[in-house]
DNA sequence: CATTAATTTTAGCCTGGGCTAACTTTTCAG
DNA sequence: CTGAAAAGTTAGCCCAGGCTAAAATTAATG
């Protein structure tokens, strides 16, 4: 066995997993709880998908969920709605920090996010707080991107 | 109609057919043509998915397809492959640069590349090409880096 | 508290994009 | 030029994750 490459727990999702849980986690953060219809909502696709979903989520232990009851995080599910959380703000300063249109800077976070590792967040924290710290080099890019209409 | 939010092209393609046109692309460009075992083997599927997606790019227009025949870009597909090959060098270069393991490079590089916005892309290049240029800061920050452990 | 509205769930369906097995066509070595 | 190997194709299947319509449950209002 010629090294694995494999971090203990490489945990890996799909996509549409990361993305009910990182919705799940911001309701409950923000108002206490997550209801079907708002989660729906946030994601725009149908209730009756999203109770679908819940109930595999439920049987992959993200979640856990009573019928007609809400539904709320496992130990596991928050830990990685929290995860895709944390990388949506990176992604956002970052890209916000140049003065991209919102909306474009929103969906290419949306698709972004699931796709990067702890060692590549880890280099966009980075360059986001050095940016935000550096307000001669963050201009001095600005302009540039300015010049490329 | 209150601002529609639209560039003229805005031309959005599914992961796997910016994957397949990518592949294609590299192949033609390295070798002169493209096979279809080849192009199964790059992306690590079966040659009776290429066949099928193959005839779909033909049907779409990305790709001119005959039976037994190997397939050949049309301008659009040139044009979406080099795109999405562009993307990737960029993100590869910017990655690289911090010394990142190039497996991982590699697999998120593969995962954001469809998601990134005209936009995205020149503030990515520009952040590339600043660090390529400029090898204080760039030690800096990999120096930080290095502190994460 | 009864009825209407809102929410949730179920059932059944559909599409994209994989797969294997079996068959056909092309290529190439002798 | 022939027959085996390689490449390509077809047929039929599967799964994730959407959808609508209709049924069930819960909430809210007169």
């Known amino acids: 066995m010629p090294a694995k490459r494999q971090e ?16 799940i986690h911001n309701l409950i953060e923000g108002k206490g709880y997550a209801r079907v ?5 946030n994601l725009g696709i149908s209730q009756a998908s999203v109770t679908n979903m819940i109930q595999k989520l ?35 300063r970052l890209l916000a920090g140049f003065g991209l249109d ?22 966009l924290t980075l360059l986001m707080e050095e940016l935000e710290g550096n307000a001669v080099l963050m201009r001095k890019l600005r302009t540039k991107l300015a010049g490329l209409a």
Chains 1, 2 share one sequence.
């Open 37 to 41: 219809v708002d989660i729906a909502k």
């Open 58 to 92: 439920d049987a992959e232990g993200f979640v856990v969920y009573e019928r007609y009851r809400g539904v709320v995080l496992t130990d596991e599910g928050r830990k990685v709605g929290a995860e895709i959380a944390r990388r949506h703000e990176v992604l956002t």
């Open 102 to 123: 919102p909306q474009t800077v929103h969906e290419d976070v949306e698709g972004m996010e699931h796709h990067i590792s702890r060692q590549t967040l880890d280099v």
């Open 8 to 23: 203990p727990t490489a945990h890996v999702h799909s996509p549409a997993i990361e993305d009910y849980l990182e919705q």
